[in-house]
């Protein structure tokens, strides 16, 4: 039982919005409804599935500094952060559908990092190093995610996990390397 957690996904889509006596009141709120864990999404984007650049929207992704504000809000609220980067598609198409290269995951290598560096700087309890990225977990790229978990884990010493796509958790091939598997379990309830 003292291991449940009530937690709450919390986003913006606003480089600044993070920052805001708006996004403070709400964090607020959410305390008193005995929320413990936030998970703090900060979202990059490529332009579609086969794009290798990923990059930060000066309108759309939040600031280190607004990201940084509401971690220091959350703890001081009591409650416990996950970081949570998040590539997203500019032409809407989900993120399961990016096909991996080579220089793609040195870009989501360089990416992730920056959010490993920020969770370390700021004693972020929980890291999750990549969402619903169906494409890239399977074996073939293996090497990558043990690389970049390496990497990681010179940087910033808290728990590691990512968060599965419903229909790929079974195919994910570093689980082990993690501290806790995640699972975004939307699956279907009707045929």
């Known amino acids: 039982r003292t291991e449940f957690q009530k937690g709450v996904n919390y986003t913006s889509w606003d480089k600044k919005e993070l920052e805001s006596d708006a996004s403070d009141i709400s964090l607020i709120y959410l305390?008193?409804?005995?929320?413990?864990?936030?998970?703090?999404?900060?979202?990059?984007?490529?332009?579609?599935?086969?794009?290798?650049?990923i990059y930060f929207d000066e309108k759309k992704s939040a600031s280190d500094e607004a990201l940084g504000h509401a971690i220091n809000i959350i703890h001081s609220l009591g409650m416990k952060v996950m970081l949570k980067p998040h590539v997203d598609l500019a032409d809407e198409d989900a993120r399961t559908n990016i096909i991996p290269g080579e220089e793609w995951f040195g870009n989501y290598k360089?990416?992730?990092?920056?959010?490993?560096?920020?969770?370390?700087?700021y004693n972020v309890e929980l890291l999750c190093i990549g969402t619903e990225l169906s494409n890239t977990t399977v074996s073939t790229w293996n090497e990558k995610w043990l690389d970049i978990i390496r990497s990681i884990r010179q940087i910033y010493?808290?728990?590691?996990?990512?968060?599965?796509?419903?229909?790929e958790y079974e195919t994910v091939s570093f689980w082990n390397e993690l501290d806790f598997i995640g699972m975004d379990a939307y699956f279907p309830l009707t045929k």
Not at 157 to 167: R, S
């Open 110 to 121: 360089e990416f992730v990092l920056h959010y490993a560096q920020l969770a370390a700087a």
């Open 157 to 167: 010493k808290g728990a590691l996990t990512y968060a599965a796509n419903w229909d």
């Open 31 to 53: 305390s008193r409804l005995g929320v413990g864990h936030i998970a703090l999404m900060a979202v990059y984007y490529q332009e579609n599935a086969e794009s290798r650049k």
